[in-house]
């Protein structure tokens, strides 16, 4: 049978891995067969043992034949003692001699019939002393065949039991679980930070070592791609990361796009605290920022932008804005004059003012911008010393202006070349959402959303279109029960004992990011290439790659594994890296248990193959096997192929060094 080892595996770019599903083909067979030999004794005991048990056995057929004959005995005394006693009066001339031999002679064979008998008796011992010995050896000869046979049995049921236990012990046990690239996007739903640290570092790494581009907009506040940061590094990349809103002035994200889309995205900035808003407030603040920017001209900032609704809403003293040079005079007097008086002057001095002190947090964006080299892997981060209310407006604007991005794009040949990773995705509006996904769609790429908690706004866009969802450890209950209910409950998963016992020793995410923005030297010269081995660069550069050996040490002594069903309360206690991953197929919705740790492709036994795949491949293997033996077989047997082989009778016995004692 071939095995698909580890180190023949490659990365697969049109796969996009979560995991690996730990999976045992190939139970335990248990402990090898016990081999059926009684005690042995030595040549020089057991033959002692004989000689003892023959003389025991003599000695008590003796015994009962000398009860026995103990009357003859007597008999044949008595009459020996006659016969004398005849042949002393003879010899007196007591009695006649005639009359003496007539007595002598009777005695006499009297005396010699009881002799006959007593050795006829004796005969008779020893011949039923032969008799129990032969039997004896019969009966030893008959367990002698019966311990050979059993041994040869046993030989046979070891050689099976060994071939079962080198193909438990050869085979792999880790395999990965990834999803078609026709796919659009992915959900991740639940999770705690170092489980999203585990599934984006093993995503996002698969993406960049197979030769694509990687962006992740960190919203969690927790640093979660700081592992793939330094593996991106160590595979030959210098990734560029923002810390928002310290990097806001070095940040060209939207620096190129056009008034009306500029003008679009602002007004989805400045909306995003106001959940319910509608259509047409959403309008209104477009069209109010559409003249705005008329009137600035292709090249306005932020800063211009908020001077002239300072303007427009008639706050502060518009001739300081004059003097830092923000707007010109003749740019205040159209500002003026861009809405009509009366009524709708104050609901445009109201949105104006509302606008103005939102925008104010983007008034640095683009300032200092500087020239970025090219990069595989961005990150857009938010700093967790920022205010909350700032970090959404950051968010949503990085989300937006990517949007606007991707639209104005020509679609890639390749899906999922460009991969976006939005970690905290629940704290974006749904409309924004809608566009961002809509965006990826048309673009092809590829887009990995992942939510703390299901909103109603999240549940609303889970898994809508063609996407997969993965779901990770969810506390609260209402969420728990949600995510049963869409993956269902009938279905069992196995869950590996080294998962749950690696989650629980996991440390916490440490640090934050650090700024590459301000670290720039434009003269630098780009790394050289070299040859990138994942699973060595995961080993030295990670978190999760430096506690590896330990993990691959209790890997080799935690073999075992459980099933349970998808319920609830087992979702709110999934270990820290367990992920659930469902996708519809050509033969139904499939559900999969994966970990995504890591440090698990640098096990032995782990492949970058699917379960299903690797089925196939060995089915194959096999097939090939067989019909090239058919085929030698039938070559062998001459042109008639439809002709029976002929009948060579029983196979000769195998040869055994154990001797034959028969």
Known sequence: ???????????????????????????????????????????SVKGDTDAEQ?????????????????????????????????????????????????????????????????????????????????????????????????????????????????????????????????????????????????????????????????????????????????????????PLVWVLPVDLPRLDLGATLKPEAFADVLAHVVSVSEEHRSTRDLSFDNAILERVLEVLGDNATISQVTAALRALAQVGDP??????????????????????????????????????????????????????????????SMDRQAGVFGNRVLGTYVATALTHILRQSPASDRPWYHTIIVAGADKLRGDVLDRLMDACETSRTGLVLTYRSLTPTVRERLGRGHAAVAFMRLGNAEDARVASEHVGTEHRLELAQLTETISESLPGLDGGYTSTIDQ??????????????????????????????????????????????????????????????????????????????????????????????????RTAVERAAGNGAGSAAGGAAGSGDADPPPNLGPPPPRLDWRKDRQ
Not at 1 to 29: K, S, T
Not at 75 to 91: H, I, W
Not at 105 to 117: E, R
Not at 576 to 599: H, K
Request: aromatic fraction near 6%; include cysteine.
């Open 1 to 43: 049978m071939a095995d698909v080892h580890p180190d023949h595996a490659q990365l697969q770019a049109d796969r996009i891995y979560l995991g690996w599903q730990y999976i045992l083909v190939h139970p335990d067979p248990g402990p090898p067969p016990k081999r059926p030999s009684p005690a042995e004794e030595s040549d």
């Open 54 to 238: 023959q003389a025991e056995l003599l000695r008590r057929e003796r015994l009962q034949e000398d009860m026995l004959n103990r009357p003859v005995r007597r008999v044949r005394m008595f009459m020996l003692l006659l016969t004398l006693f005849l042949l002393t009066l003879a010899m007196t001339d007591y009695l006649g001699w005639s009359f003496a031999l007539i007595g002598m002679l009777a005695t006499g064979g009297v005396a010699a019939i009881c002799s006959y008998a007593l050795l006829q008796g004796d005969r008779a011992v020893k011949h039923r002393v032969h008799e129990q010995q032969a039997r004896d050896d019969r009966q030893r000869q008959e367990r002698d065949k019966e311990l050979f046979r059993a041994q040869e049995e046993h030989a046979q049921r070891y050689r099976e039991w060994q071939e079962v236990k080198e193909r438990h012990d050869r085979q792999l046990t880790w395999y990965a679980v990834a999803v078609p690239d026709d796919i659009d996007r992915i959900d991740v739903a639940g999770g705690t930070l170092p489980g999203w640290s585990a599934l984006i570092t093993l995503l996002g790494a698969t993406r960049l070592y197979s030769g694509g581009h990687l962006t992740v907009l960190d919203l969690s506040e927790g640093a979660i791609a700081k592992d793939l940061i330094e593996l991106a590094r160590k595979g030959g990349d210098d």
């Open 319 to 380: 001739r300081e804005d004059l003097r830092f040079g923000l707007i010109t005079a003749s740019q205040l007097e159209r500002i003026g004059t861009l809405f009509g008086r009366g009524v709708s002057d104050r609901v445009v001095i109201e949105r104006a003012w509302a606008l103005e002190s939102q925008l104010r947090k983007l008034e640095t964006l683009g300032t200092q911008a500087v020239r970025l080299p090219p990069a595989r892997l961005r990150v857009v």
């Open 520 to 617: 720039l030297d434009d003269s630098a010269e780009q790394r050289a290439e070299s040859h990138a081995d994942l699973a060595e660069d995961i080993t030295e550069s990670t978190e999760w790659g430096r506690t590896a050996d330990k993990i691959s040490e209790k890997e080799r002594v935690l073999q075992r594994s459980r099933e349970f069903l998808v319920e609830p309360h087992q979702l709110q206690q999934l270990p820290t890296t367990s992920v659930i991953v469902t996708d519809a197929t050509a033969e139904g919705r499939r559900v999969r248990l994966a970990d995504a740790n890591p440090a698990i492709l640098t096990f032995p036994k782990t492949t970058l193959g699917e379960l299903d795949d690797v089925r196939e491949a």
